[in-house]
Nanobody
């Protein structure tokens, strides 16, 4: 399966962006998919994931601001980002674990996209 992200860009603090991740090849319905990000000079960070049954989980820093969702008919994962902060600036990656419907650890995501850049300015 190939994952292609889009929707990144430059916004001012307080603004919003919606990231999309289209999966081609095998269907992702019923499997765990997630979003990660990596800022310059920092380690990759898990942002959110959605399990096969639709249960979503978020890292504390984005709770209440970001929403992860899936459209299985379109094989597409989304990340709605509101009230963006400068510290949200990073390359955002989507990932898929096509082995389990339950999300496990970051190392269990076997498929990754190439990323889309999000830059938030003050």
């Amino acid at each position: 399966v190939q994952l292609v992200e889009s929707g990144g860009g430059s916004v001012q603090a307080g603004g919003s962006l919606r990231l999309s991740c289209v999966a081609s090849g095998d269907p992702t319905r019923g499997y765990c998919m997630g979003w990660f990000r990596q800022a310059p000079g920092k380690q990759r960070e898990w942002v959110a994931h959605i399990e096969g049954d639709g249960t979503a989980t978020y890292t504390d820093s984005v709770k209440g601001r970001f929403t992860v969702s899936k459209d299985d008919a379109k094989n597409t994962l989304y990340l709605e980002m509101n009230s963006l902060k400068v510290e949200d600036t990073a390359m955002y990656y989507c990932a898929a674990d096509l082995v389990s419907q339950f999300c496990r650890g970051p190392d269990d995501f076997g498929y990754w996209g190439q990323g889309t850049q999000v830059t938030v300015s003050s």
